[in-house]
């Protein structure tokens, strides 16, 4: 699988487990369950080891704001909606 294939893969996945669409995630809003899959999105982009630079292009951020979200990911999800944890690994393991 190419890493374009893997990056949309991946977005298709934390859709399907969030029950949100591709096009909602890679969206700016703000809702905060949109928020959540972003940020579940790009922490397993990061953890698949997907440059930085290819993450922002695809998911049309800076690198500034993929930083972020790597900075960010713990916090959020140790804070905020207990099914960011949740969905993240159920990602991580449907692409073992």
Same mark, same amino acid.
């Given at each position: 699988?190419?890493?374009?294939?893997?990056?949309?893969? %991946? %977005? *298709?996945?934390?859709?399907? +487990?969030?029950?949100?669409?591709? *096009?909602?995630?890679? /969206?700016? /809003?703000?809702?905060?369950?949109?928020?959540?899959?972003?940020?579940? *999105?790009?922490?397993?982009?990061?953890?698949?080891?997907? #440059?930085?630079?290819? %993450?922002?292009?695809?998911?049309?951020? #800076?690198?500034? /704001?993929?930083?972020?979200?790597?900075?960010? +990911?713990?916090?959020? @999800?140790?804070?905020?909606?207990?099914? %960011?944890?949740?969905?993240?690994?159920?990602?991580?393991? @449907?692409? #073992?």
């Amino acid at each position: 699988m190419c890493k374009t294939e893997l990056l949309e893969h %991946i %977005i *298709a996945l934390v859709a399907n +487990f969030t029950e949100l669409t591709g *096009a909602q995630i890679m /969206s700016k /809003s703000r809702r905060p369950e949109i928020v959540d899959a972003r940020y579940i *999105a790009v922490a397993v982009m990061l953890k698949k080891n997907i #440059s930085v630079y290819r %993450i922002a292009a695809y998911m049309n951020m #800076s690198e500034r /704001s993929i930083y972020r979200v790597m900075e960010q +990911f713990d916090d959020r @999800a140790g804070y905020g909606d207990p099914m %960011i944890e949740h969905y993240y690994k159920a990602v991580l393991r @449907a692409l #073992s």
